[in-house]
Structures are given as structure tokens and as C-alpha cells.
């Protein structure tokens, strides 16, 4: 077994809640505002293509393999030490090596540690004869982008320093999410849907994960979608290398998914070993049965209509009512999924009136309740129990609901994502 530090996204809960969707919740070893320490079984084929691995993962920024742990920050001496000696197998493969220093959670009279790790470090390879060049501009981090132009994690080392939970690690990045392929497939697709919300590629990554977590036979796992729009589901699915189905209320977004998915299995080689088909359904007239028959889906994996656009801040009456608007659909829809009998990932709106202030939909828990579904334990207790309610709001965790949020500060409307299993 190997320890990984898990670098998170900005909403770290719902980041938590898919590593243990992946890999289990005993795999977490530490976990402190958005870094977790991962413990990880290196023959597992997930960690040995780890890259490929964090490709289809939304909320990790980062995976970095742990080389040594300190009882607390180390003599810079004795870093670049172990720091060499914990790449060295890495470094002698190269002509030339590139690397770059990172620090997380570190105290602030730590700064400084970044710019004479960087010099010294440089000096320690070229005592050994090794040429070599650092890609950090002042005391910061080095930028994603400039890592990835330089292809850091083959072609060099990219260290990461990291306090977690009162110790200090020392790390290597072994795969980096790369925000280039969402901004291909996000921008490039055929056909784009202006009258709904678009749903970030990334949430749809992990709503997947989530919902593939939940299935008995991921082999043979069929996803579907009832809200599919313009199909960011289903072709996050079929990257995922996952069949799919969807369906929407509107003809021209089934048109639109079907143009997506055909684009994403022209484009990406992979996914055309795996099936997809849109057609046009009322998800409040579903006949469950006839999908069971027809298509038998392991999972349901959606995102609801949100309501309105808003030009300008709602008031809380307003936004009261569009939730009740919204409830009547959450609740048949829910109770149609319930009939399906699969694990059932589904993200509704919900408004925001403050940081940590929510307007939540009520029908939809009446609807859950009636159906007989169960909420899925997405995270431990040990983690939980460290927040307030407001807290982890503000991380992505609604500890009333156990639900997951997903919003944006600048946002008036997000996203509740329920994780529901069958009785």
C-alpha cells in the first residue's frame, strides 16, 4: 500500500464523497480544508494508469505520491535530501530535469521554503551532473498551465509540500487534471442548449462516479439520463467508457445530445466501444416498467430543469415560489425513478439568498420519503463531525439534507445533488 495526497477541488466535500465513491471510505487516511491523504494499493489497475484514472475524476485538481512523512516541517537540508532521493529513480531516466516546488497548507513562515528549495535543490543536481531548470516564478506555485505546456509529471518532477492534519508530507505528482480536454469538449461540441443551464463537465464526472460507485456490475453498467438536454451526461459517459441512454422533453435537445455523443465518438477513438441512444420522452409520463424492458439501467444519473434565468438577485419570495413551481416535477420525477429500483444520482436546484443561506425544495424530500429510496452515506462521520452546518456548506455538504452542493460564490442558483439507493 502507497499513500497519495489528492489535491481537491474548490468544493472538497463533494471532491471526498467521489475518491470514496472510487475507492472506498477506509482509503482516507487524513483530510484538512482541500487536501486528503489517500491510502491506495499500487496493483490495483486504477493506481497503475492513474492518469487515466484522474481523466474521468471532476473533482481531484492533482494526485501526488507521498515519499516521506515528517512529524513536522523538516531542516531544508534534510528535504533536499530525501526530496532527491525520493525521485531519484525518475530523475536518472532524464537528460534534463525540469521540477518545480508546491506548497499547501503550510504556515506563512513557511513562504521562503519554496525559493531556497528551488535554488538549492539546483545546485544539490548539479553537484551530482545533472543539468537542470526550475519553472516557479517568485515564491508561487508553479501555474497549471505552464506545468502542463512543460509536461512536467513525464518529463521532470514536480514536488509538492503539504501539511495535513499537523504533519508535513513530501510529495511527487503522478497525474494532473487537465483542464484543456474540458474546454475542448465543453466549447467544441456541435450543439449548445442557451435556454437551459449547462452543466459543468466536471460535475457530470463526478455524478458518474457517484452513481457507478452504487452499481452491483459496473461492467454491465447502463447509465441513464431523463434529463439529458444537450448531453453532457451521456458523452461524460461514454469517455467514462460507460453505455448510456437519455431522453429530455424537448425534441431539439434530443436531436442536439444525439449531434454531442456522435461528435464525442468521432473524436475521442475509446468510446467507440461503448453505445449510446437519445429519444424524446416526458420524464413525468415515463412508463418505468417499458424502460426496465426495453433498456434494464443500472444507475439514473441527471440534472433536473433549474428554473428561470434570473437577470438580477431574486427575493426570497421569489425564489420561495420557484421552488414550489420546481416541486411538483422534482417529486413525480423522483418517484418514477424510485421505479426503476436502480442507486439514482439526481441534482436539482436550489438558490442562494447568502454564503451560507438556501433556499432548498421541500416536495422532493416528501417525494423520496414516499418512494421508499434511502439516502447513500456519502461520507464518514470521523470528517462530518468537524464542521458546523455553515461550514460545510461552504465546502459542497448539506448536513440536514445529506446532500451535496455544488455552486459558485458569484451564483444566485445551484445545484442539490441527491444520492439515493432502493430499499
Avoid at 432548498?360 to 463531525?385: A, D
Amino acid at each position: 500500500m502507497s499513500t497519495f495526497l489528492f489535491i481537491l477541488g474548490r468544493k472538497p466535500l463533494i471532491s471526498l464523497a467521489e475518491i470514496i465513491s472510487i475507492w472506498g471510505e477506509k482509503c482516507i487516511k487524513g483530510f484538512e480544508d482541500e487536501l486528503a491523504l489517500v491510502e491506495l494499493d499500487e496493483e490495483d489497475p486504477r493506481v497503475r494508469n492513474i492518469e487515466s484514472t484522474l481523466l474521468r475524476m471532476g473533482g481531484t485538481m492533482k494526485i501526488a505520491k507521498v515519499f516521506q512523512e515528517f512529524d513536522r516541517e523538516p531542516a531544508l537540508e534534510t528535504l533536499i535530501e530525501k526530496s532527491y532521493a525520493g525521485v531519484h529513480s525518475r530523475i536518472m531516466a532524464l537528460k534534463k530535469v525540469i521540477f518545480a516546488a508546491n506548497t499547501y497548507n503550510l504556515p506563512e513562515r513557511s513562504n521562503k521554503l519554496v525559493i531556497d528549495f528551488l535554488k538549492i535543490y539546483k545546485k544539490y543536481l548539479t553537484e551530482l551532473g545533472y543539468m537542470s531548470r526550475y519553472l516557479n516564478k517568485s515564491n508561487a506555485n508553479v501555474e497549471s498551465a505552464v506545468a502542463l505546456t512543460e509536461n512536467i509529471i513525464r518529463k521532470g518532477v514536480e514536488f509538492n509540500f503539504a501539511m495535513v492534519e499537523g504533519k508535513f508530507y513530501g510529495t511527487y505528482s503522478v497525474a494532473a487534471q487537465d483542464f484543456r480536454l474540458y474546454a475542448e469538449r465543453d466549447y467544441n461540441k456541435p450543439y449548445r442548449d442557451n435556454q437551459a443551464g449547462m452543466l459543468p463537465p466536471k460535475l457530470a464526472q463526478i455524478m458518474i462516479s457517484l452513481g457507478e460507485g452504487m452499481c452491483k456490475d459496473v461492467a454491465t453498467s447502463l447509465l441513464y439520463d431523463p434529463f439529458c438536454g444537450s448531453g453532457t451526461i451521456l458523452m461524460e459517459s461514454l469517455l467514462c467508457r460507460i453505455n448510456c441512454i437519455g431522453s429530455d422533453i424537448r425534441q431539439e435537445t434530443v436531436i442536439g445530445a444525439q449531434e454531442n455523443c456522435e461528435w464525442i465518438q468521432k473524436n475521442f477513438e475509446h468510446t467507440q466501444h461503448y453505445t449510446f441512444k437519445t429519444f424524446h420522452q416526458d420524464v413525468t409520463s415515463m412508463n418505468p416498467e417499458e424502460i426496465l424492458k426495453q433498456y434494464n439501467p443500472s444507475m439514473v444519473v441527471s440534472e433536473s430543469f433549474l428554473g428561470p434565468y434570473f437577470k438580477k438577485k431574486p427575493t426570497v419570495a421569489e425564489t420561495r415560489q420557484v421552488q414550489q413551481n420546481l416541486g411538483d416535477l422534482y417529486k413525480k420525477a423522483i418517484q418514477k425513478f424510485a421505479q426503476l429500483h436502480v442507486p439514482i444520482v439526481f441534482a436539482i436546484a436550489t438558490h442562494r439568498n447568502g454564503a451560507t443561506d438556501y433556499v432548498f425544495n421541500e416536495q422532493i424530500i416528501e417525494g423520496i420519503k414516499s418512494s421508499g429510496l434511502k439516502f447513500t452515506p456519502l461520507l464518514p462521520n470521523w470528517i462530518l463531525k468537524r464542521f458546523t452546518p455553515e461550514q460545510a456548506l461552504t465546502k459542497g455538504y448539506c448536513l440536514d439534507r445529506h446532500t451535496l452542493i455544488y455552486d459558485r460564490e458569484d451564483a444566485m442558483v445551484g445545484r442539490e445533488i441527491f444520492v439515493l439507493m432502493p430499499q
